[in-house]
Structure formats: structure tokens, C-alpha cells
């Protein structure tokens, strides 16, 4: 089950005896932001938004936008920002 409402990285494997995928909850509140970098340990990332929105801002300028229900498979090949507008 997921937290009604979380402020920061929750692990949702942590529990499990062998993991084979790392799961991860990543919470950004409204009007809040959070940076990434390259993890080349931490392997490709699926994002599913649950709740809210997500504004992802490239180093180039490119900006890419995920409503409820949207879906994103990538790596992370250089820093990068999510933000909740």
C-alpha cells in the first residue's frame, strides 16, 4: 500500500527479501522540485504519475510535461529537474 501522502523518497522493496527491480515513490509536492543526475548504479527509471503533475527539465532547455496517469521510461544521461506546477 502507498502513503496518502509523502515528502521525500519512500523504498516500496525494502521488504522484499530479493528485489530484483528497485522500487522507489518519489514525491513532489505542489510547487516543489527535485533534482536528478546521472546513477549509472541506479539503471533505468519508469516514472508513473499518481497524483498532481510533472514538469521534467533537461540541461538543453528541453522540457517534457506528465499529467495523472502518464507513463515515462528513461535513463538519466545527465542532470535533469522534475518539478510539481
Same mark, same amino acid.
Given at each position: 500500500? #502507498?502513503?496518502?501522502?509523502?515528502?521525500? @523518497?519512500? &523504498?516500496?522493496?525494502?521488504? #522484499?527479501? &530479493?528485489? #530484483?527491480? =528497485? $522500487? =522507489? !515513490?518519489?514525491?513532489?509536492?505542489?510547487?516543489?522540485?527535485?533534482?536528478? /543526475?546521472? &546513477?549509472? @548504479?541506479? $539503471?533505468?527509471?519508469?516514472?508513473?504519475?499518481?497524483? $498532481?503533475?510533472?514538469? !521534467?527539465?533537461?540541461?538543453?532547455?528541453?522540457? $517534457?510535461?506528465?499529467?495523472? /496517469?502518464?507513463?515515462?521510461?528513461?535513463?538519466?544521461?545527465?542532470?535533469?529537474?522534475?518539478?510539481?506546477?
Amino acid at each position: 500500500a #502507498l502513503p496518502r501522502k509523502a515528502a521525500a @523518497t519512500i &523504498d516500496l522493496t525494502r521488504d #522484499l527479501a &530479493d528485489p #530484483l527491480i =528497485r $522500487g =522507489r !515513490m518519489i514525491a513532489v509536492p505542489p510547487g516543489g522540485r527535485r533534482a536528478f /543526475g546521472p &546513477d549509472p @548504479t541506479a $539503471g533505468p527509471m519508469f516514472a508513473y504519475v499518481v497524483a $498532481g503533475a510533472i514538469e !521534467m527539465k533537461f540541461t538543453d532547455g528541453n522540457i $517534457g510535461r506528465l499529467a495523472v /496517469g502518464d507513463a515515462v521510461h528513461l535513463n538519466v544521461p545527465e542532470p535533469m529537474t522534475w518539478s510539481n506546477p
